[in-house]
């Protein structure tokens, strides 16, 4: 399984709190994503990253925030949590060279009550 | 726009029964097509094909790709219980290795 780990796992939070989650990978991989699914739309990506502090919006990034300071961490943040936002996250991972297959993390499930 | 497209929806079967997942795609520059396998937690890579009509076999598993038909399917022979998962196909959707997913097929297998 490729070296990846997410934190929490399992998190319940109140609206309008800030929410971080963490991906930690051991993979040396440059590109890391940040997915939610929810029953009914599948995956959908929120931001990716193709390098330390390079980022970019996925299809539903608004109220989202990413950072990625070491190649190993990618930071989701939620600003200020709403319900709508209740979901399984999940963090990918990717190498530069390959065939474009994504290796996932085991996944956070968020609850924003 | 590129998109990937699963069919059916949804399936269920008996234990032992043989099955076939489609996957079409309509991409403006074909990269290659992959498999996963999704249970209860994160989804599992299980195949990537760039060549048409070759196939590639992961025990029970196996898998197709014809470009001439911008489709894949994904087999499975002599099903079990434990095969019981959403199956997702995606293709690349750039340079910056994002990729498109289709919505998946679950799978559901009677014993």
């Known amino acids: 399984d490729a070296g990846i780990t997410q934190s929490p796992r399992h998190k319940v939070t109140e609206t309008g709190t800030p929410v971080t989650l963490r991906c930690h990978q051991t993979?040396?991989?440059?590109?890391m994503y940040w997915y939610r699914q929810d029953p009914g739309h599948g995956l959908r990506l929120i931001h990716y990253?193709?390098?330390?502090?390079?980022?970019d919006k996925g299809e539903v990034s608004d109220g989202y925030s990413v950072s990625r300071s070491k190649t190993e961490d990618f930071l989701l943040t939620l600003e200020s949590a709403t319900s709508s936002q209740t979901s399984v996250y999940f963090c990918a991972i990717s190498a530069l060279g390959g065939g474009y297959e994504q290796f996932f993390g085991p996944g956070t499930r968020l609850t924003v009550l | 726009e590129d998109k990937v497209v699963q069919s059916p929806l949804s399936l269920v079967v008996h234990e032992g029964d043989t099955v076939t997942l489609n996957c079409s795609y309509e991409?403006?520059?074909?990269?290659?097509l992959l498999w996963y396998k999704q249970e209860k937690k994160a989804p599992t890579f299980l195949f990537m094909l760039?060549?048409s009509g070759i196939e590639k076999k992961s025990g029970r598993l196996s898998s197709i790709l014809d470009k001439k038909e911008l489709s894949s399917i994904l087999n499975i022979t002599a099903t079990q219980t434990g095969d019981s998962a959403i199956y997702l196909c995606a293709h690349p959707r750039d340079s910056n290795y994002q990729l498109i997913w289709g919505a998946g097929t679950k799978l559901i297998i009677k014993p």
């Open positions: 991409v403006t520059n074909f990269r290659s």
């Open positions: 760039t060549s």
């Open positions: 990253s193709y390098g330390v502090k390079d980022t």
């Open positions: 993979e040396n991989h440059r590109y």
